[in-house]
């Protein structure tokens, strides 16, 4: 449950991070593939080393797409409908790895913003990214 | 038992030697208390712990935090044999303590974040992978005697 301030909170931070979405994504990929080698497995057809122009443009994508959805999360089903069936019916993740992933994007968050990812903006952006996974994975079954 | 490499030896060691225990402990069971207001339930002689406020400012939270910190340093001393180390830590939280084991994991997820947080880009995915190494050998050892 997101308070009126909390949305407001998620939705500054992604504003703020949009014109660095690259690096952001980028490091959150990188650190799922080095913690989690299984989640590697998703992306077998693509060179995601370090610094590669695929994880890069890979994970630009995935954090505008959060950054999209914390514009108005009351909305978050209807903005990603087309995300939740490209993700329910071809690529077919394991849910888990929205848990990892999240971790992860929370880590670099936090070796991004330092002291300004205060407990309150921690909570508040795990809720997010809970929500935001969750939304995501409704059309898996 | 669990196999260290050297590399592994040495940012684990130098994360420790790095830090302040009285900076890091507090911030690190705040974080937790806020971020799982769940886990508060263990805390409930501590006094005021309904706001984020609240808990930033309480004096046994940090206190506790410091000290939960330094519960660390018993699987730094003993690397080749952190399971052993934690037996009667365990059978404490499991019997005495009644604390479900998944708040270990979520504790030690809120440090994870709290040094990164402190070590900013030298944080990197390779240290992520150490440190979380270490933290999941000592969460493990910490669940061995719930029964």
Same mark, same amino acid.
């Given at each position: 449950? +997101?308070?009126?301030?909390?949305?407001?909170?998620?939705?500054?931070?992604?504003?703020?991070?949009?014109?660095?979405?690259?690096?952001?994504?980028?490091?959150? +990929?990188?650190?799922?593939?080095?913690?989690?080698?299984?989640?590697?497995?998703?992306?077998?057809?693509?060179?995601?080393? *370090?610094?590669?122009?695929?994880?890069?443009?890979?994970?630009?994508?995935?954090?505008?797409?959060?950054?999209?959805?914390?514009?108005?999360?009351?909305?978050?089903?209807?903005?990603?409908?087309?995300?939740?069936?490209?993700?329910?019916?071809?690529?077919?993740?394991?849910?888990?790895?929205?848990?990892?992933?999240?971790?992860?994007?929370?880590?670099? +968050?936090?070796?991004?913003?330092?002291?300004?990812?205060? *407990?309150?903006?921690?909570?508040?952006?795990?809720?997010?990214?809970?929500?935001?996974?969750?939304?995501?994975?409704?059309?898996?079954? | 038992?669990?196999?260290?490499?050297?590399?592994?030896?040495?940012?684990?060691?130098?994360?420790?030697?790095?830090?302040?225990?009285?900076?890091?402990?507090?911030?690190?069971?705040?974080? $937790?208390?806020?971020?799982?207001?769940?886990?508060?339930?263990?805390?409930?002689?501590?006094?005021?712990?309904?706001?984020?406020?609240?808990?930033?400012?309480?004096?046994?939270?940090?206190?506790?935090?410091?000290?939960?910190?330094?519960?660390?340093?018993?699987?730094?001393?003993?690397?080749?044999?952190?399971?052993?180390?934690?037996?009667?830590?365990?059978?404490?939280?499991?019997?005495?303590?009644?604390?479900?084991?998944?708040?270990?994991?979520?504790?030690?997820? $809120?440090?994870?974040?709290?040094?990164?947080?402190?070590?900013?880009?030298?944080?990197?995915?390779?240290?992520?992978?150490?440190?979380?190494?270490?933290? $999941?050998?000592?969460?493990?050892?910490?669940?061995?005697?719930?029964?």
């Amino acid at each position: 449950m +997101l308070s009126a301030r909390e949305k407001e909170l998620i939705s500054e931070i992604w504003e703020r991070l949009t014109p660095v979405a690259e690096d952001i994504g980028a490091e959150a +990929l990188l650190r799922m593939f080095a913690t989690q080698p299984g989640s590697k497995t998703y992306f077998s057809h693509l060179d995601i080393s *370090p610094s590669s122009a695929h994880l890069r443009s890979h994970g630009q994508k995935i954090v505008l797409a959060i950054a999209e959805g914390a514009k108005d999360i009351s909305q978050l089903a209807i903005t990603l409908g087309p995300l939740q069936t490209l993700h329910a019916y071809q690529l077919r993740i394991d849910p888990t790895n929205f848990k990892f992933f999240s971790h992860c994007m929370l880590v670099t +968050l936090a070796a991004h913003m330092r002291k300004d990812f205060t *407990p309150v903006a921690h909570a508040a952006m795990d809720k997010y990214l809970s929500a935001f996974a969750a939304v995501l994975s409704e059309k898996f079954r | 038992m669990v196999k260290w490499t050297d590399e592994e030896r040495k940012v684990i060691s130098s994360i420790f030697s790095n830090l302040d225990y009285d900076d890091i402990g507090p911030k690190a069971l705040r974080r $937790c208390l806020v971020v799982y207001p769940w886990t508060q339930r263990h805390f409930s002689s501590f006094g005021d712990l309904t706001t984020a406020a609240a808990i930033m400012k309480n004096e046994k939270v940090a206190a506790h935090g410091t000290k939960v910190l330094h519960g660390l340093d018993r699987a730094l001393k003993n690397m080749n044999n952190i399971k052993a180390t934690y037996t009667e830590l365990s059978i404490l939280h499991s019997e005495k303590l009644h604390v479900d084991p998944d708040n270990f994991r979520l504790l030690a997820d $809120c440090l994870t974040i709290t040094i990164a947080a402190k070590m900013g880009e030298s944080f990197t995915a390779a240290t992520q992978v150490i440190f979380q190494k270490f933290l $999941c050998v000592v969460v493990s050892a910490l669940g061995k005697q719930y029964h």
